[in-house]
């Protein structure tokens, strides 16, 4: 019922900028929160940032001054701007929706396959 499909991904020099791009489709009236996700290898899922329908947002600490998200309410989008990435910043990027309202029906959680970033050193 619910598709989002990332973009944007790829490699990157130390200190160079990506931006990521997320799109849902389906028949969607609302979403209430949209964010970004991002697991390396051996390593546990974390949250990147997340930003509600109201446009309020949090960030790792990891990533405070360096990352920005941003959404389209309209078109159902959420974008991460990435600045002066470091090699630690190297994982598989996933979007996430929650809150996602369809019809009458509301959808907790919903996922992206994921985008693939590597920043070298």
């Known amino acids: 019922q619910v598709q989002l499909v990332e973009s944007g991904g790829g490699l990157v020099q130390a200190g160079g900028s990506l931006r990521l791009s997320c799109a849902a489709s389906?028949?969607?009236?609302?979403?209430?929160?949209m964010g970004w996700y991002r697991q390396a290898p051996g390593k546990q899922r974390e949250l990147v940032a997340v930003?509600?329908?109201?446009?309020?947002?949090n960030y790792a600490d990891s990533v405070k001054g360096r990352f920005t998200i941003s959404r389209d309410n309209a078109k159902n989008t959420v974008n991460l701007q990435m600045n002066s990435l470091k090699s630690e910043d190297t994982a598989v990027y996933y979007c996430?929706?929650?809150?996602?309202?369809?019809?009458?029906?509301?959808?907790?959680?919903?996922w992206g396959q994921g985008t693939q970033v590597t920043v070298s050193s």
């Open positions: 996430n929706a929650r809150g996602v309202v369809l019809r009458t029906t509301l959808l907790a959680n919903a």
């Open positions: 930003i509600a329908s109201g446009g309020s947002t």
């Open positions: 389906g028949s969607i009236s609302s979403i209430g929160a």
